[in-house]
């Protein structure tokens, strides 16, 4: 379960089905754009109403520069960190170094 500042509920972030290569990375593409796209949504909405949501933007921005070089499934994993990170409402899972 995702965050839902108002914005609904995260999409599945679950694998490609199999399938060709180019199919396969063509369906992680529009994963990757949708998610970012709904991913800068909820940041723009929630982050002045909760600033701690803030913190996501960095690890945001790299996933864009991975969707941009073209690793997306690179892209997805860190959008599930991002996402992690969101659902535990801008809490680390680890303590920082």
Same mark, same amino acid.
């Not at 945001?60 to 990170?85: K, M, N, P, W």
């Given at each position: $379960?995702?965050? +839902?500042?108002? !914005?609904?509920?995260?999409?599945? $972030?679950?694998? #490609?089905?199999?399938?060709?290569?180019?199919?396969? @990375?063509?369906?992680?593409?529009?994963?990757?754009? +949708?998610? &970012?796209?709904? &991913?800068? =949504?909820? &940041?723009?909405? /929630?982050?002045?109403?909760? #600033? @701690?949501? /803030? /913190?996501?933007? #960095?690890? +945001? %921005?790299?996933?864009? *520069? &991975?969707? *941009?070089?073209?690793?997306?499934?690179?892209? !997805?994993?860190? %959008?599930?960190?991002?996402? =992690?990170? %969101?659902? *535990?409402?801008?809490?680390?899972? +680890?303590? #920082?170094?």
């Amino acid at each position: $379960m995702g965050p +839902t500042v108002g !914005l609904g509920q995260w999409p599945d $972030m679950s694998a #490609p089905a199999m399938g060709s290569p180019q199919a396969n @990375q063509a369906q992680a593409q529009a994963q990757c754009a +949708t998610a &970012l796209q709904q &991913l800068y =949504g909820w &940041l723009q909405a /929630a982050v002045p109403q909760a #600033p @701690q949501f /803030a /913190a996501a933007v #960095p690890a +945001t %921005i790299e996933a864009v *520069r &991975l969707y *941009r070089s073209g690793h997306y499934d690179q892209c !997805l994993a860190q %959008i599930q960190l991002v996402t =992690g990170f %969101i659902g *535990r409402g801008g809490q680390q899972a +680890t303590p #920082p170094q």
